[in-house]
């Protein structure tokens, strides 16, 4: 169990969720009393968009932790905190290992994921440098990946490109497929917001190719999102639509809530812009319940603007 385990985790952390899934389901079946791949695989099935199952998982894992190590046990409860969406208590867990463990670089992007996640983004960038200034010698792709995160929150569309375009650098040098995929997808989006459609619309089309070879369906789906929001300035409207559509289909498959809020609130923008209202009144205030659902006030905020746009159009 502890040998899946640990060839699990360096699946996931090369963003093979679906490897992962399946080294962890093989820990638990030789063991089904390890906390810790319950928890890792929460961590997985949230990777692969799965948010109820993570949910379900790691309050699991987080009943068989009473026994752990105190670090162990922490390391449980922040993933358990964060499938929750308790975000400040998730912070102050994932604070107590980096400072237990400062130079352990999974501690610091768990911490740096969970502020830019909860909406404090300038700290999770402070936690990203502080590691760095720390470690020089550390040349971990996810670090960049965070720092992408957390510029676009703060709409530091450049820094985003450049820390997305270095992560897809480092992913390809080391063979790490998904890395790169999921860099792409983050330069693209940085591309599209700098008025580069054409070039943003070549990074996705990539990103989805690798994605759909290694079976990805979240990843596909989120790349959809991408591809049609590239194209929807477009004279290809029905195009855009369609990809929408296809990726909403994907995500209430997949009941991946972030992914559905995101798609409902492209497909709002395009009901907008044909002048039906009410139907992107509908698809926006949707969008907004499942955000503040999952905890997402970042995009809840997007979502009330919007929704303030088209009660402006409705008078």
């Known amino acids: 169990a502890a040998r899946l385990y640990a060839e699990g985790l360096i699946r996931l952390r090369q963003f093979d969720a679906l490897g992962a899934r399946s080294l962890f389901e093989q820990a638990i079946k030789a063991d089904r009393r390890f906390p810790l791949a319950h928890s890792a695989l929460a961590n997985t099935w949230s990777q692969l968009g799965y948010d109820s199952r993570a949910k379900e998982v790691a309050a699991r894992a987080f009943e068989l932790s009473a026994t752990l190590p105190r670090a162990d046990r922490l390391l449980v409860e922040g993933t358990y905190r964060e499938m929750s969406s308790q975000w400040k208590e998730a912070i102050a867990i ?47 792709p996810r670090l960049n990946l965070a720092e992408a995160e957390a510029a676009d929150t703060l709409s530091d569309f450049k820094r985003m490109q450049t820390a997305a375009a270095t992560a897809a650098a480092e992913g390809e040098a080391h063979g790490a497929r998904l890395v790169v995929a999921n860099a792409r997808l983050r330069e693209g989006a940085a591309t599209l917001r700098q008025g580069d459609s054409t070039r943003a619309v070549m990074l996705f089309e990539e990103a989805r190719a690798i994605y759909a070879a290694a079976g990805d369906r979240a990843g596909v789906a989120r790349t959809l999102n991408n591809l049609a929001s590239a194209i929807s300035d477009g004279s290809d409207t029905a195009r855009s639509r369609a990809l929408y559509n296809e990726g909403l289909t994907i995500a209430r498959a997949m009941r991946e809530q972030d992914l559905v809020a995101r798609f409902l609130n492209n497909l709002a923008i395009q009901e907008r812009r044909a002048g039906n209202l009410q139907a992107s009144l509908k698809m926006n205030q949707e969008s907004l319940a499942i955000r503040r659902d999952i905890g997402d006030r970042t995009n809840a905020a997007n979502s009330l603007n919007n929704i303030g746009n088209v009660l402006l159009d409705l008078g």
């Open 94 to 140: 994932w604070q107590t290992l980096a400072t237990f463990f400062p130079d352990d670089v999974e501690h610091a992007l768990r911490l740096a994921n969970a502020q830019i996640a909860s909406g404090a983004a300038k700290d999770g960038l402070a936690t990203i440098e502080n590691f760095r200034k720390r470690f020089p010698a550390s040349a971990d």
